[in-house]
């Protein structure tokens, strides 16, 4: 597999969900990570990106409520989403992020919808 994010679904505003990715070694190994959401009529935005040594940034908006994470031996990147707004409602997906070049580096894969609504 490239790239395949799951752990999507649909919570009310203030739940949580956690998202997993699993991507193929070629894309993950030394790579910086990260998660991109696209949420209708919008452009795709990363939102939380993490490099091979774990440090981690945010996109302001989910700043103190998404958490980045991965397992460097699994070649699995998770975003713990607490909090949830109707905002964040999106197709989430992952991917290797060229931070210089502020671009995805690989293909895009399937994504999972997350839907926040009461």
């Known amino acids: 597999v490239q790239l395949q994010a799951s752990g999507g679904g649909s919570v009310q505003p203030g739940g949580s969900l956690t998202l997993s990715c699993a991507a193929s070694?070629?894309?993950?190994?030394?790579?910086?990570m990260g998660w991109y959401r696209q949420a209708p009529g919008k452009q795709r935005e990363l939102v939380a990106t993490?490099?091979?040594?774990?440090?981690?940034k945010y996109v302001d908006s989910v700043k103190g409520r998404f958490t980045i994470s991965r397992d460097n031996a699994r070649n699995l990147v998770y975003l713990q989403m607490n909090s949830l707004k109707p905002e964040d409602k999106a197709v989430y997906y992952c991917?290797?992020?060229?931070?210089?070049?502020?671009?995805?580096?690989?293909?895009w894969g399937q994504g999972t919808q997350v839907t926040v609504s009461s």
């Open positions: 993490i490099t091979s040594g774990r440090n981690t």
């Open positions: 991917n290797a992020v060229d931070l210089i070049r502020d671009r995805p580096l690989g293909s």
């Open positions: 070694e070629s894309i993950f190994r030394r790579k910086v």
